[in-house]
Each structure stands twice: as C-alpha cells, then as structure tokens.
C-alpha cells in the first residue's frame, strides 16, 4: 500500500522518501490494524461496486422491457398534399410514386437500441437501451452519407420490394383492389427475380454498410467505438448525449476510420462554415479529385422551444438534394428526422430495444435494419437542438450546395439565419496555420450580429 494514501493525515508531511521510512518503522500492532481497516475498505468498495452492477443490469432490463415492444404504429397520409423526403417528392395519390416513397423509405437505414452485446468500456452495459437514442439517430444520418457515397443514384434496397402491404396507410377504395394486388404481386415477383441477380455488387455493399454499424467493439461507427470516442468529450455508456456532442463523435469516428478514405467529416463551429477550412480538409495533390465531405451544423432554434420562425427554412432544407437528415427529436427523446408533409415531420424512431444480430451467419438477417412503417410528428413538438447534415460528392457538389443552402437561408430568415457561411478560415485554422484571411459573409446581416465567435462549440450552442 502507498503512504500516501493511507487514512492517517499529518499537518506538515515530509517527503515521500522519509514517509516511506516512517512506514517501515510502524508498529505491528498499529499495522494489523490498518490491514483491518484496509479490508473494511475493500469489501464496502466492493459491496458499492456489486450495488452498481446491479441497479445497472436493471435499469438495462427495465429499459429492455420498456423499449422491446415492437408496435408498429402507424402514421396518417394525406394524398392531397405531397411528402417530402430527402430532397424528393411525392405525390401519394398517385400509385407510382407511392410505391416509390415506400421503397425509398424502406431502403434507410434504421439503427435502433440493442441488447445482448459485448459490455461497453469502463462498466458492465450489454445495452443501450434508455440513453443511446442521439447516438443511434446520429448512426442513421451518418448510414445515409454512406450509401450516398458508395451506392449509385436512385439505389434502393431489393428486398423492400417483397413488401406488398401499402404502409402509407392511405384510404383507397377497394373496388378491384383484389384482382389488382394479385396482378401486382406477379409483377414484382418477376422484377425481384430479375433484380436480384443485377443488384447483388450493391446489396454486397449495402451488406457491408450495415456491418460498420454493427454491435461489437471491432465495428468502426457501432456503439461500443462511438462510446470510446466520446469519453474525449466527457461522456461514458450510460450519459445523455446532444446533438452537438454526437456530430463531434461521428467526425472523429470517419476520421479513425481506413473503410472510407474518400470521405470526411467537417462540424461548422457554432453555427458557422468556414469554407476555407473545408477546403483544406477535403483538398488533395493533383491529379486526385477533392475528398466527399458531410457537413453536420449542430444549431439551436429557440429556447426551450422551437421558434416557430425557423420551420419554413427547416422545411426548405429537407428538400434539397444534398441534405441528409436531421439529428433532432422530442425533449430527452431523439428521433432521426427525413422529410415533411404539411405541419409534419418524417422520422426514424431509434426507440425499439431488439437483440444483437449474430453476424457470425454468411447472410444474417437484415429486416431488423429496415424500417417500412413510415411515423410522423408534429414540428411544434421539435427540440430547438439539432444537428443538420449534408453531403457533397465531390467539389463542384460541394458549391453547388453552399449555394442552395444560402439561398434557403437567406430566403427563409425572418429574423436570425440558422446557419452561414465564410470566406475564410475560422480562428483556430487561422492560429495554427498561421495565415490571415479576410472573412466575407454570404448573408447579409445587421452591424451588431457581423461578429463571429468560434470558440469551441462541441459542448454549448449558440442561442438563434
């Protein structure tokens, strides 16, 4: 036992040399009772220890139970109005593009709570049910990066074809429907068939996507890495994430990453991108092309609630085509935010706790990564904190979504814009790499708001 941690204090302690001596130099009687002392110690600390375990594994097993029912709810769909997902629309109405929205939907990913696997560092966790939602939904927006990045345009997910069920929930009439479904289902049998043998390159990819996310610590974006990176920011398993701290942790996870060289990640800081920043992260020698880049801006639209000012814009940039979802939700409550209709909004729900998939099988299952029920929420019961993705091929993408995107801003601000963009480098750039650049603002803005702050963002929002 070191000294210096023994439980008799003296006022004027000597060095540590001549406390080592004094040590040797106790009495045998005083020493049987400090070892007494000592496994008092060790027994409460691991009685404390057991008594944590304990209120863990149920609190896990409440959050299994409470989180494990699997009610597929579904949400209405009006066919007079269109639904916007993800930069596309469609008009519900029309049987083609509703079996097109079906299919799109079908085809995102959806990374829910899970139980049953390997125990998370620093504790005995086997689930992330109850406090991982933000970290799941921050897994979806990142999922969505991905197959833009590795999939070809208009990609979607051949098995979602085998559903014949319309999950938009859609009162049709039912004179013909019988003879028509029949006559359906033949169709896509034969398309299945055929799209089996043409999409089995993608569904190799699609397959090896899903497995980056997967529950197991060798996985480079599954819970138990976003776990490790985040304790860089003062997280553990267990502690409630936000959007801003999860945006931080997907960088640093793509960062890490040799799956995807071709791609990186840039966080604006505090509700600010620095294009030159971006350029140099994405920048290579000749004759190599730029880098893709997903740009995330964690922002905060109100106070303690939504400022209703900001949904038109909110709504403006979930129809552009670089726009790769939202990491929001409902208070203490994360849900992975795709599209609109109406007063809307479409989302992923992370809130359904299903065991670990066993991926040791050659072709394990992947139903329980796809979601074909559609939900809806109401955009007054938003959190004001978010997190906004993009997603840029290549350079040419990248301008050409700095533009869309400042059109919308500058469009759709009443009062503050959510976001903007600069010419130039932010401050620490500025600092490290010791050039001087002058900073031009792409939206035009009142003289007491032209200044800047870019302090470190990833643990405060800037109030809008």
């Not at 529950?215 to 502690?239: N, Q, W, Y």
């Not at 959007?243 to 840039?266: E, F, G, Q």
């Not at 920048?283 to 400022?307: A, F």
Request: net charge neutral; proline share 5%.
């Amino acid at each position: 036992m070191n000294p210096s941690s023994s439980s008799v204090s003296l006022e004027g302690q000597p060095p540590d040399d001549e406390l080592t001596e004094d040590w040797h130099f106790l009495t045998a009687e005083f020493n049987g009772t400090q070892q007494l002392e000592e496994s008092r110690e060790d027994e409460d600390a691991e009685e404390v220890e057991d008594r944590g375990r304990l209120r863990s594994k149920l609190v896990s097993a409440w959050n299994s139970v409470k989180y494990g029912w699997s009610l597929k709810q579904k949400s209405k769909f009006s066919r007079s109005s269109p639904v916007i997902m993800l930069g596309k629309s469609y008009e519900l109405k029309d049987q083609g593009d509703r079996e097109h929205f079906r299919r799109s939907f079908t085809t995102l990913l959806w990374l829910t709570y899970r139980r049953g696997f390997p125990p998370l560092s620093g504790g005995s966790l086997t689930t992330d049910s109850g406090w991982g939602c933000v970290l799941r939904t921050g897994q979806m927006l990142l999922a969505q990066g991905l197959l833009l990045h590795l999939m070809p345009p208009g990609w979607t997910w051949c098995a979602s074809q085998r559903v014949s069920k319309d999950d938009s929930d859609l009162q049709v009439s039912s004179t013909g429907r019988g003879l028509y479904l029949k006559e359906e289902e033949e169709k896509k049998s034969r398309r299945h068939s055929l799209d089996s043998n043409l999409n089995r390159p993608m569904e190799a990819t699609h397959r090896r996507v899903v497995t980056w996310f997967l529950d197991r610590p060798a996985a480079p974006f599954g819970i138990h890495t976003l776990v490790e990176l985040g304790k860089s920011s003062g997280k553990k398993a267990g502690d409630w994430y936000g959007p801003s701290i999860a945006a931080h942790i997907l960088r640093k996870a793509v960062a890490a990453s040799a799956d995807v060289p071709n791609l990186v990640v840039y966080v604006a800081q505090d509700c600010t991108i620095y294009l030159e920043d971006v350029k140099r992260l994405c920048e290579r020698p000749p004759p190599q092309c730029w880098k893709s880049v997903i740009v995330l801006v964690p922002v905060r639209l109100g106070g303690q609630d939504l400022n209703p000012s900001y949904i038109t814009c909110v709504k403006r940039l979930l129809t552009l085509q670089s726009c790769i979802g939202i990491i929001g939700g409902k208070p203490k409550h994360s849900l992975f935010f795709v599209g609109f209709q109406d007063d809307h909004l479409l989302h992923l729900d992370p809130h359904y706790c299903r065991p670990t998939v066993d991926t040791t099988k050659q072709n394990f299952p992947l139903e329980s990564f796809h979601c074909k029920y559609p939900r809806k929420m109401s955009f007054s019961r938003m959190d004001p904190s978010c997190t906004i993705g993009f997603y840029a091929k290549g350079q040419k993408d990248f301008e050409a979504m700095c533009s869309a995107v400042n059109e919308v801003l500058t469009t759709s601000a009443e009062m503050y814009p959510m976001f903007i963009f600069v010419d130039g480098a932010s401050q620490e750039e500025e600092e490290s790499c010791r050039t001087s650049s002058n900073d031009i603002t792409y939206i035009q803005r009142n003289a007491e708001h032209r200044h800047v702050v870019t302090s470190n963002s990833m643990d405060e929002f800037v109030l809008l």
